[in-house]
């Protein structure tokens, strides 16, 4: 069973960056799809960004385009969101989560996914 460990959220003012790591545990990432998840208290968790085991295909919900990136380090078996220009709407627990999928398959669907982390606190406020 892959574990995953997100890290790197907290609070942060408005305008902010915050990068958020998503590493498994025991076993290599190489092979996996990522996706990133927020949910929000009282809403629906929604897919933020997701990246293609190879790297090349990256996808983004149209709220965080142009603000968030999605990367991968396979030399470190890690997988990033960069998230600048904050705002207050962006605070959420944020998810990562994996599926195992060649090629340059990603999803922002979270029915898609079968492998989650506990989830990191982002708040951001002034």
């Known amino acids: 069973q892959l574990q995953l460990v997100e890290s790197g959220g907290g609070l942060v003012q408005p305008g902010g960056s915050l990068r958020l790591s998503c590493a498994p545990s025991?076993?290599?990432?190489?092979?996996?799809?990522i996706g990133w998840f927020r949910q929000a208290p009282g809403k629906e968790r929604e897919g933020v960004a997701c990246i293609s085991s190879s790297g090349t295909n990256t996808k983004y919900v149209e709220s965080v385009m142009g603000r968030f990136t999605i990367s991968r380090d396979n030399a470190k078996n890690t997988v990033y969101l960069q998230m600048n220009s904050l705002r207050p709407e962006d605070s959420a627990v944020y998810y990562c989560?994996?599926?195992?999928?060649?090629?340059?398959?990603?999803?922002?669907?979270?029915?898609?996914?079968?492998?989650w982390g506990q989830g990191t606190q982002v708040t951001v406020s002034s």
């Open positions: 025991g076993r290599t990432l190489d092979y996996y799809a």
């Open positions: 989560a994996a599926e195992v999928a060649a090629g340059s398959w990603s999803s922002l669907s979270e029915n898609e996914y079968d492998h």
